[in-house]
């Protein structure tokens, strides 16, 4: 199964752009790369996903490599409840297990 | 719409015991995908239903199991409960199976388990 590495943790400032980076060197053409993030006492919450070209929703921007080994997840003005552990996932084809890593906790400073 | 729901949100049982947690995934989603969240090893899939059929299984044992009724409702049962089986269980649901883009989950709040 194709895995992802993150930092621990990062912290930001508020209303400052966050760049949470994402590195998943065995990623196969056809995995999805997925983002979600979970604020404390919450179960998981979607954030964004792409395959190969840069996506953007409300929430959030999802930059991703040439190669697609990594990505960069971007909020564009980080504010306190954006404070959570941010997962970056691969949907593996041919198993469709979603892997988890260990994600980021990213700390939002006043 | 109402979100995925899940009961009970807490549980206290011995070892030996068995348990049967349920999900009601948002309106219209046939997939139901369920989780094992712990502090040391983190979110770790367990099993993925849909349209009633179980599509994969994460590497628990056989003590883990499920199943999916013709409402999409589904049930996760842990029977011979062990210490460790002590974990947030989360049900996320999703209106395409895994596999098919948007595959977006969408989770529930959690139901603790807690074995002593």
């Known amino acids: 199964d194709a895995k992802t590495t993150q930092p621990n943790s990062m912290e930001s400032n508020e209303e400052e752009p966050v760049h949470l980076p994402c590195n998943h060197s065995t990623i196969s053409g056809t995995d999805y790369i997925h983002w979600y993030r979970q604020l404390p006492s919450q179960g998981p919450e979607y954030v964004i996903h792409g395959l190969t070209s840069n996506v953007n929703n409300r929430m959030a921007s999802l930059a991703i490599a040439e190669d697609r080994k990594s990505s960069t997840l971007i909020l564009h003005r980080a504010t306190l409840r954006d404070a959570a552990v941010y997962y970056c996932?691969?949907?593996?084809?041919?198993?469709?297990?979603?892997?988890f890593g260990t994600g980021t906790r990213l700390k939002v400073l006043a | 719409k109402a979100g995925v729901t899940q009961t009970p949100r807490y549980l206290i049982k011995t070892r030996g015991q068995q348990v049967t947690l349920s999900c009601s995934p948002i309106s219209g989603h046939r997939s139901v995908s369920w989780y094992q969240q712990t502090p040391g090893q983190g979110l770790q899939f367990l099993f993925e239903?849909?349209?009633?059929?179980?599509?994969n299984k994460g590497n628990f044992p056989g003590r883990f199991s499920g199943r999916q009724f013709s409402n999409s409702r589904s049930e996760m049962n842990v029977s011979t409960l062990e210490l460790g089986d002590s974990a947030l269980y989360l049900c996320?649901?999703?209106?395409?199976?895994?596999?098919?883009?948007?595959?977006?989950?969408?989770f529930g709040p959690g139901t603790r388990l807690t074995v002593t």
């Open positions: 996320a649901s999703s209106l395409t199976p895994s596999g098919r883009d948007p595959y977006e989950q969408y």
């Open positions: 239903y849909f349209s009633e059929t179980q599509r």
């Open positions: 996932i691969l949907s593996t084809s041919g198993t469709y297990k979603y892997i």
